[in-house]
Structures are given as structure tokens and as C-alpha cells.
């Protein structure tokens, strides 16, 4: 008796062929994850106040706010009790006359030892569970910034910045992918006042895809009734995003940081705090609160989005829901170390997961003795 079993891999990637050469509302999703355990802690709200390596990431016009030395950072995260295995690091290289910094990044999202179930039936009908293998699939980003210091004076500094990014994926032996984006960014500073836009995948992003598949595999599939995937180009619409923060001197050694981003899509309504069509926006919250400079505490809220309520066995009532973290840091020295936990769904799902990232001042040891 045959029996019509679908392939994990097609499943995985059915949604990359369905459509040949279309945008889709979540492409390239690794890229939102976040970096650094000082932005997921203070719920992704960013872009205006972000002014160390991980600028990169979140707004390129903030790395002119690495000016003496070379600065390094590094993170690592594990999701879904250690499924999901996420890492990132960034270095930031300022120019000598402290007016433009290029930076390098770097992100990785990997899941490893998928099942491949393509084989569990064979010819006779029978289940064979010494025929499932298991492969891998990995995301890659490489991220080339540079950020140029456009203004500066006491009470006002205006900066400009840019990514070039290289993102490469890759599904087993089935499928790779390789594409090309760039993002451009904009901060404007006063002493207490911050603002900052960012233009992602400002001339639209595409994954080029490409698959390998046997004629033993192709066979297979098309006895499952299943299609057989063929080049495709995957594309990721422009987004904005734009945020304000002020700076609140609590005393001479309390200063509290509060920031407001709003993410902005052009891809058709989503579920979101603020949904039109094709105009959605998604706030995000976030506070930072330092002592003295070298402790601080931060909070924030971010992914809102309306849910069937926990409880209803009818399905029909919904409330708001959001992704909340919190988190904490030091900075001694030279050495700077940030700790973030953050909810992989929402305020009241108990899926959380531990966040640490390092960031180090790399100062030249001569220059520090002079």
C-alpha cells in the first residue's frame, strides 16, 4: 500500500519555491533576531541610542561612537533548549582623526540534526526508521559598515552610516542560497536628546537559491506527490525603522535612558500594534538604567501582536500580547560584560531563554603607558 508521506525537507522548503522571484513578509527572519545582550534586554529599541560595535546591526551611523580604540564584541544564545544555536560578533576600527569607523559583523542562526524523513517509507509500504538521516540548516550574515561623522559640535552631532551585507543559507545537501542587501542609517545627537532612522534592505534584499537533489531523490518525491523544487529568487521588501530616546539625570550618579522605535513594513498588513494595508508598524520599549556608568539595569517590550486568549475553548476572544526582556550589565575597565532574558513568545508563555554577550576595548598598550 502506498502511503503519501511529506518530506520534512519539502517542508522546509516548500515556502522559498512556491513562488518564483516574490517578496515575502518574513525573509531573511534570522536578521531580526537582535545583538548584543544590551538591545534584546532593553526589547530591541535601538537605533537611536546604539554607539558600540553591535551599531553594525542595529543603525551603522552609531559606530562613530567608537573613536579611540578598536572595539570587539561577541555573543552567543541558545533557543528552544538548545535547538536553535544563534552567535554573533562585531568589530568596530575607527579611523585617527575619529571621524569614520568601519566595522564587521557577523551572525549565524543554526538548527542541527533535522530529521530527513524522505526515505521512512519504502517501496513495499513498510516504515524503516534506519533510513531517516539528519542534516542541518544555517543562516549566515556578513555585514561590511561604515559610518562617517557629518556634524559635531557641543551640543549637536549628526552621523551617517551604511551596511553592505552578504547573507548566505543553506539547507543540508538540498538547497543553498545566496544574496545581497544594503541598509543606511542616520543618528542625530544632542546632550540629552537622541534620534535615529535606519533604511533596511534598502534596495531590497534577494536570496538567489539553488537546489541539488538525486535522481533517487527526485524519484521519491515525485511517488509522494510532491513537487520538485527549482531555482528561485526570494526577495525582502525596504523597511524603516525610527526611534527617539531622551537621557533623564536622576542624580549625579543615576541616568535613566528611554527609548521608542517604531518598525515600519511596506509588505502588506501584518499582525501588528498598528496594521494598515500595506503599511504596518511594530513599537518597541525600551529603558536603561545606569549607575555611575558602570552598572546598569534595563527593561523592555516589543513584538506586540493579538492572540486568542489562554483559556477560551471557544477561540473567538483575543488580547494583546507582547514580547518583554529584561537585563543587566558592567563595564570594568576595558571589559564590558551584558546578560539579557528575553521571551521567545509572549508576557505570559514561560519560554525564555539566557543571553550573554562580551564586549572589549582593544586600547594599544603603548599608547596607554604614554
Known amino acids: 500500500m502506498k502511503k503519501n508521506v511529506l518530506p520534512t525537507t519539502v517542508l522546509m522548503l516548500f515556502a522559498i519555491t512556491s513562488v518564483t522571484a516574490q517578496f515575502r513578509k518574513y525573509s531573511n527572519e534570522f536578521l531580526n533576531i537582535g545583538a548584543g545582550a544590551r538591545g534584546l534586554g532593553m526589547g530591541s ?14 543603525n551603522p551611523a552609531g559606530l562613530v561612537n567608537v573613536k579611540d580604540n578598536p572595539v570587539i564584541t561577541a555573543m552567543h544564545a541558545e533557543y528552544f533548549a538548545g535547538i536553535g544555536k544563534y552567535d554573533y560578533a562585531a568589530l568596530a576600527i575607527p ?140 526577495l525582502t521588501a525596504p523597511r524603516l525603522v525610527i526611534g527617539g530616546s531622551y537621557d533623564f539625570k536622576l542624580n549625579r550618579s543615576l541616568n535613566l535612558t528611554a527609548e521608542a522605535d517604531f518598525d515600519i513594513t511596506f509588505d502588506g498588513k501584518k499582525n501588528t500594534l498598528l496594521s494598515f494595508d500595506p503599511v504596518s508598524v511594530d513599537p518597541k520599549l525600551g529603558l536603561e538604567l545606569s549607575v555611575k556608568n558602570v552598572f546598569f539595569l534595563r527593561g523592555g517590550i516589543y513584538n506586540f501582536q493579538k492572540a486568542l486568549k489562554d483559556g477560551d475553548t471557544l477561540n473567538i476572544k483575543k488580547v494583546w500580547i507582547y514580547q518583554p526582556g529584561v537585563g543587566a550589565g558592567f563595564k570594568l575597565g576595558d571589559v564590558k560584560i551584558d546578560y539579557a532574558y528575553n521571551n521567545l513568545a509572549n508576557q505570559s508563555n514561560p519560554l525564555y531563554t539566557h543571553i550573554f554577550s562580551l564586549t572589549l576595548n582593544l586600547q594599544n598598550k603603548k599608547k596607554k603607558t604614554n
Open 45 to 58: 529599541a535601538q537605533v537611536a541610542t546604539v554607539n558600540d560595535a553591535t551599531s553594525g546591526y542595529w
Open 95 to 234: 579611523s585617527s582623526n575619529k571621524k569614520r569607523t568601519l566595522g564587521i559583523s557577523f551572525l549565524r542562526f543554526a538548527v542541527d540534526d533535522i530529521m530527513n524523513t524522505l526515505y521512512l517509507v519504502d517501496p513495499d509500504g513498510s516504515i524503516n526508521y534506519n533510513n531517516i538521516k539528519s542534516f542541518s540548516s544555517a543562516d549566515y550574515a556578513f555585514l561590511l559598515s561604515y559610518a562617517q561623522q557629518l556634524k559635531q559640535t557641543e551640543n549637536k552631532n549628526i552621523s551617517f552610516g551604511f551596511n553592505a551585507k552578504v547573507i548566505h543559507r543553506k539547507v543540508g545537501s538540498f538547497a543553498t542560497a545566496w544574496g545581497f542587501g544594503l541598509d543606511a542609517g542616520l543618528q542625530i545627537q544632542t546632550k540629552r536628546a537622541r534620534f535615529g532612522i535606519v533604511a533596511r534592505d534598502l534596495t531590497t534584499t534577494f536570496n538567489a537559491w539553488s537546489f541539488t537533489f538525486s535522481e533517487r531523490d527526485k524519484e521519491k518525491l515525485y511517488l509522494t506527490n510532491n513537487d520538485i523544487p527549482v531555482k528561485s529568487t526570494e
